[in-house]
């Protein structure tokens, strides 16, 4: 893994605090990070949060008698395959993050030992004036790309709405759910509106472009538990789905909205990387 590679992968999830905890991370330089540089001075502070404990979505501890998970496998629902390839267990049993240190080890606030595995639905619409022609970026010449942007709860940082896949669920179920839980607040809807949202949206999430599958530099990443995630483009070209719906946050969004594209765009983890490379196959201004 080259040098640029793990700069560009690992830098949200090795700064200072680790989310919601006021644990510090052991501070590791760029060099330190691989875990084929040896580091005899690394002493990582461990930490699992409470609110995981006896979750019946989350894995108990490593050490618990019962718990014989199947790394590197499909563990009868749990998906514990790695998009990197296979990861290393440690003599102690833990698998170790593909990419390298963290800084703390545990499982942080993820449920899974390992992989954690999201879905990312870029919705994207091209930027258009008050007579409905679509807006060109004076410098570059292209059009400008707008993406559904919702606020997180938790850091108050604009993201890419999407969200966790349930055991057994197929990612193209994940991909609808979350966008309609996050962006149009399809939790507070009766079952006669959520028919007819999911009906009104179902063809447009059934074909889109899969944009990135791999690791994500998420900031709750540990050296034993990290996010992966599948980022798939929605392009709803003349605006005639999402583009007339009316947005609205719910569940784990505190806002939503259009938001334009440019190289500026400052998103969570590393969904910035994403979006840029929605607008490279989109052909649109950056």
């Known amino acids: 893994?080259?040098?640029?590679?793990?700069?560009?992968?690992?830098?949200?999830?090795?700064?200072?605090?680790?989310?919601?905890?006021?644990?510090?991370?052991?501070?590791?330089i760029e060099?330190?990070?691989?875990?084929?540089?040896?580091?005899?001075?690394?002493?990582p502070v461990a930490?699992?949060?409470?609110?995981?404990r006896d979750k019946p979505w989350a894995d108990p501890e490593i050490e618990k008698p019962t718990?014989?998970?199947?790394?590197?496998?499909?563990?009868?629902?749990?998906?514990?395959?790695?998009?990197?390839?296979?990861?290393?267990?440690?003599?102690?049993?833990y698998p170790l993050n593909p990419v390298g240190r963290t800084g703390i080890v545990g499982r942080g606030?993820?449920?899974?030992?390992?992989?954690?595995?999201?879905?990312?639905?870029?919705?994207?619409r091209w930027k258009r004036n008050n007579t409905g022609t679509v807006e060109i970026d004076g410098y570059t010449r292209k059009p400008i790309l707008q993406f559904?942007?919702?606020?997180?709860?938790?850091?108050?940082?604009?993201?890419?709405?999407?969200?966790?896949?349930?055991?057994?669920?197929?990612?193209s179920a994940t991909l609808m759910r979350e966008f309609m839980e996050?962006?149009?607040?399809?939790?507070?809807?009766?079952?006669?509106?959520?028919?007819i949202l999911r009906d009104s949206i179902a063809d447009f999430f059934a074909k889109g472009d899969e944009i990135y599958k791999g690791y994500v530099d998420d900031p709750r990443n540990t050296d034993n538990a990290w996010m992966e995630t599948i980022a798939i483009n929605f392009h709803d070209e003349d605006s005639s789905v999402v583009g007339k719906l009316a947005l609205k946050a719910g569940d784990d969004a505190r806002n939503v909205r259009w938001m334009d594209i440019n190289c500026r765009i400052?998103?969570?983890?590393?969904?910035?990387?994403?979006?840029k490379k929605t607008v490279s196959r989109r052909d649109a201004h950056w």
Not at 149 to 171: F, K, L, N, T, Y
């Open 148 to 171: 559904v942007a919702i606020q997180r709860r938790d850091s108050g940082e604009w993201a890419i709405p999407g969200g966790m896949v349930d055991p057994g669920e197929a990612v």
């Open 47 to 52: 930490y699992t949060a409470a609110v995981l």
């Open 182 to 195: 996050e962006t149009l607040n399809f939790l507070e809807k009766d079952e006669a509106e959520r028919k």
């Open 1 to 28: 893994m080259s040098v640029r590679y793990v700069r560009m992968l690992h830098q949200k999830c090795r700064q200072g605090l680790y989310p919601s905890s006021g644990m510090k991370r052991f501070e590791v």
């Open 31 to 43: 060099e330190k990070v691989p875990w084929t540089v040896e580091y005899p001075e690394y002493k």
């Open 266 to 275: 400052n998103l969570y983890a590393n969904h910035s990387e994403f979006i």
């Open 67 to 93: 718990f014989e998970p199947k790394w590197n496998a499909v563990d009868g629902k749990v998906n514990r395959k790695s998009f990197t390839g296979d990861y290393v267990i440690n003599a102690n049993g």
């Open 109 to 124: 606030l993820l449920g899974r030992w390992g992989p954690n595995h999201a879905a990312d639905p870029i919705v994207t």
